[in-house]
């Protein structure tokens, strides 16, 4: 006799979920559903998919192992409804109880469906996060600005991290002066940790093939680890070999190294199978041991406790509209370069094909490179913020819109930054070595062979110029422009039109 059926989600494979906690081994069973509606709800990259479902098998025979009764639909099982209500209601019958407990989904779309759900649902909060909603509103209520360094400071109090006292580790609570800085190709750096796939893996990696080969992306090779045993070898890899760089090339882009010191760890975190603080005390007791400086155990911290927490207490604060934003009135279609299509711009290229391959590309590669490209030429925020929600590893709708709708495109009108990210050729110049494989020239600020990154961040800046000139930290900027003289002005828009032109005719840009 089963008193409740216990939701958890492909997301929620952590032992000390809440739904858990809360559920009774002995009465209650455990619902886990591999459904249609959440492999297509956009076009997952086929690794991703992999991942999920993998990580979801894996996870429901620890359950089992553990004690519990687990019903679980594969997303080949004939009677499967194809949604995650669906396979909810379908146990509710074949159980007899419409009892539900579930811990809060991570996005409106499924929180609002389980609200909705004709059953009787109890939902409970998620407490995988440092930070929770109610701490985050009373943080948020009433600030003109709601600037992620002030949150990050409540964060280190909140956890003790860095802190000697109420003072900050090393006298300073952000140590990014230090990092920021370009990087050069070494063959001594450490790859991250990749796992052979085993027999679990690949029968998922055999349907996924089946079904979703068709989506952008390669599913093979699949490196990525699906249990919590994996996650911890993949944490304790980074640590001892990559902690301690990881302030110097964080921002750093390199075509022969896609990872550089990058962690990989957001895949592990996002489903569950690592912790936050977890991750955090083994980053600050590397430090403690001396064995990394502060600037790269500050700098990775601030990226869990501080960047992370935060947009997810903005996704949660803005409600279910938050995707549709639109401030800047953006319309164009996403240009089919996104999608592998042939483009000039090694910068972009490169960015891409490595997300085909690898489903994931680093933080600057995101905002600097793709989206830094779109937000320049208007494209749509809904139609990018579906593509970045495609096509990473780590992608999950309360951390990849924040970041895009908010940090990237400047959608919501500047909740998150302050100023939008935006940058001509230069930057990237600066911080990779892509430019010098470019067909465009970097140095060309008009003419048909400028950097369009060039041509196009000036057009963004005069067709926004009422929003924007009156915000002190652009201030500077539109005075450069004042001092141009005419006809280098009117180059760099012609030079920009010509750019948008291409890609409103769908031509090579
Ligand atoms: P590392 O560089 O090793 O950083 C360590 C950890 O810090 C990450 O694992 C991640 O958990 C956290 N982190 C770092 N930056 C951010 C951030 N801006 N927001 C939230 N957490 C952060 N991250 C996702 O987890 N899922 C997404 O869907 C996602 N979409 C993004 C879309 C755009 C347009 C941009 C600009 C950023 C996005 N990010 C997203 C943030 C960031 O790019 C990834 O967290 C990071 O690249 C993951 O790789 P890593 O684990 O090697 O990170
Ligand atoms: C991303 C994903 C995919 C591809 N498939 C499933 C699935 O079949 N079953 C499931 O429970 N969850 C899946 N997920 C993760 C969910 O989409 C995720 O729980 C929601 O997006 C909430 O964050
Ligand atoms: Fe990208 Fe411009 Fe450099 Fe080419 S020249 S790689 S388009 S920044």
């Not at 216990?6 to 739904?19: C, I, K, P």
């Not at 099982?77 to 579930?102: F, M, Q």
């Not at 750019?499 to 409103?504: N, S, T």
């Amino acid at each position: 006799m089963v008193k409740r059926l216990v939701l958890v989600l492909g997301d929620q494979l952590s032992a000390g979920l809440s739904a858990l906690g809360a559920a009774d081994k002995a009465h209650d069973l455990i619902v886990m559903a591999e459904v249609a509606d959440e492999a297509s709800y956009v076009p997952h990259h086929p690794k991703k998919i992999a991942l999920v479902l993998s990580a979801m098998r894996h996870f429901a025979a620890e359950l089992e192992r553990d004690g519990w009764q687990v019903a679980y639909t594969r997303l080949d099982d004939p009677d499967s409804s194809g949604s995650i209500v669906g396979e909810l209601i379908r146990r509710a019958e074949a159980y007899g109880t419409g009892k539900v407990i579930a811990t809060m989904p991570g996005e409106w779309r499924l929180i609002q469906a389980l609200e909705n759900a004709p059953l009787s649902v109890t939902l409970l909060p998620d407490d995988r996060f440092i930070a929770t909603p109610g701490e985050f509103d009373a943080w948020a209520e009433g600030r003109k600005e709601l600037r992620m360094e002030w949150f990050y400071r409540m964060m280190r109090r909140k956890t003790g991290l860095l802190m000697e006292g109420d003072t900050p580790a090393g006298g300073k609570w952000n140590f990014d002066h230090d990092n920021r800085k370009p990087a050069a190709p070494d063959l001594f750096r450490a790859a991250p940790l990749r796992f052979a796939p085993d027999a679990v893996t690949q029968e998922v990696l055999d349907l996924v093939g089946a079904r979703f080969g068709g989506n952008f992306g390669a599913l093979l090779p699949f490196h990525y680890g699906v249990t919590r045993a994996d996650a911890l070898a993949a944490l304790d890899h980074f640590a001892r070999h990559l902690l301690a760089g990881f302030g110097d090339t964080q921002d750093a882009m390199l075509e022969s190294d896609p990872f550089l010191n990058h962690s990989l760890l957001s895949p592990y975190l996002n489903l569950g199978l690592l912790r936050p603080l977890e991750i955090c005390r083994r980053v600050e007791a590397e430090w403690q041991a001396g064995r990394v400086p502060i600037n790269a155990a500050e700098g990775y911290i601030r990226q869990i406790i501080g960047w992370r927490e935060y947009m997810r207490g903005i996704y949660l604060r803005e409600g279910p509209d938050y995707t549709a934003r639109n401030a800047l009135g953006h319309e164009r279609a996403l240009p089919a370069m996104f999608w592998g299509g042939e483009t000039r711009m090694n910068c972009i290229s490169h960015a891409v094909a490595q997300t085909r391959d690898e489903a994931y590309a680093h933080h600057i590669q995101r905002l600097m490179v793709t989206g830094n490209f779109a937000l320049l030429a208007g494209v749509d925020p809904g139609a990018l913020h579906e593509w970045y929600l495609a096509v990473y590893i780590d992608a999950f709708e309360w951390v990849e819109a924040p970041n895009t709708i908010g940090m990237s495109q400047f959608a919501d009108g500047g909740i998150i930054a302050s100023k939008p990210y935006v940058s001509s050729g230069n930057y990237i110049d600066r911080m990779s070595d892509y430019c010098a494989g470019c067909a465009y020239k970097v140095k060309d600020k008009t003419g048909e062979s400028a950097c369009p990154f060039n041509l196009l961040y000036w057009d963004f800046l005069i067709r926004h110029r009422d929003r924007f000139a009156r915000n002190p930290r652009m201030g500077p900027i539109y005075r450069t422009w004042e001092r141009m003289d005419e006809g280098r002005r009117a180059a760099l828009l012609e030079g920009a039109a010509r750019v948008l032109g291409r890609l409103e005719r769908g031509e090579v840009v």
